[in-house]
Each structure stands twice: as C-alpha cells, then as structure tokens.
C-alpha cells in the first residue's frame, strides 16, 4: 500500500515534469526580433495555380495587411518600376537570390514572396479553397525570416429561407451564383489576414517587441473563413 501511495504522490511531479511549454514567437521567429525590419516590398505572387487572376488579387492586398501588421510597405508604384528593369515581375528569378538591389535601390529591410499552390472551387459553388505560403526573406542577410503556409476554405454559401428540397436546391443554386460573380479581393484579404496573423508587430503597431512572448501559431494552418 505503501508503494501505491507513494506513486500516486508522483504523478502530479511527473505529469509536470514531462510538460512542455509551447513555444513563443520570439523563439520561432527569433531573426524578424534580432532584425527589426521596418519596410517590406511585396514581391508579385508566385502562382502555380490554374486561375491566372490569383497572382493579381493578392498583389494588390498584400499591403494593406502589411500596413495593419505595423510595417511600412514600399510603394506598389516604385516597385514595379524596379521589377520591369529587373525583370522581378516574376518572382521567381529572386526566390533563392541575392536581394541587396531591393534594399539599395528601394530601401526595403525585407521582401515578402507569396507563393500560390491551390485555388479551388467546390465542386457545388459553395466554397473557394487556397492554399497559400508566405516567406520573408531580408535584403540583409538574404535569410527568411519568417515563413507560414496556410490553407483557406472561403465559405460562399448563401442561406435561403425555406425548408425541403426545394430549400436545398435554392440554397445550393444561389451558392453557385454567388461563388461564380464573388469579388475576390475579400477572398485574398483573407487569406492574408488568417496566415500573417502569426508575424510578429512591425515597429508602428503597438504590439511591437510585445508580443516576443505571445505563444507562436503552427506553421501551417487550415481554417473555414464565412463570407
């Protein structure tokens, strides 16, 4: 009896013992801290994905989530300037190269490169589905500095009043509809939003060197947005 009560004093030890902290931003981002980048140009898209329009939505997005995060983003305007001359329209060409031009010629401290994989809709119209990663590499050290992958179910459906089948057919009809004329842009936003959410504050948020201890999110995430 005695040994049983002993070993049932341990538990609690060991149960806390073999308890691991998750990590914080700070460790699983410890170069954007050492770093502090202030400006990042967005690079154009990388698409691999069948919708050619893709690349164009989230260029055109990626700025303003950037903004939000507390950075400041170089003017679209001055970077495709540079791109044309450089022939960086296609990102690619600087994926894994050198990118001390970008910090010369634009003052960038970082570039982010987006890469497209999915972009799929529902087989009824009733949803889109991204999958989408995001690195920032710094003009620096050319090292990436943070990288998140995410996996986005956009939900279009569109409620109809009206139970039955009936119901159901109106409902999945005005899904279709919906999904077919559906802007994109909020598509891309979301998609941003959701993944970038884990980089840590740039220096004009308040959260700014705050959030070192803000428990990091996984490095890849799949989540249902709703219209």
Known sequence: MRKIFY???ACPLL???CSVSRPTRADVYPKMYSERPLSIAVMPPINT??????KEFFYVTLSRT?????????PS?????LYKTESAYDAENYATGPLDKFRTVLGADAALFTYITEWQKSAIGSSITVSIEYILRSTITNEVIFQRKGTIIYDTSVKVSG???AGALAGLAASAISTAL???IPVARACNSAVLADMPAGKYSPSHDVDKTVTAGPAKIKRTINK
Not at 49 to 54: G, H, S
Not at 66 to 74: A, I, P
Not at 77 to 81: A, E, G, T
């Open 7 to 9: 070993a049932l004093l």
């Open 49 to 54: 994905t069948t919708n050619v329009e893709a």
């Open 182 to 184: 559906s802007d994109y």
């Open 66 to 74: 950037l903004c939000e995060q507390g950075y400041y983003v170089v």
């Open 77 to 81: 305007f001055l970077c495709l300037d």
């Open 163 to 165: 139970g039955g089948l």
């Open 15 to 17: 149960v806390q013992s």
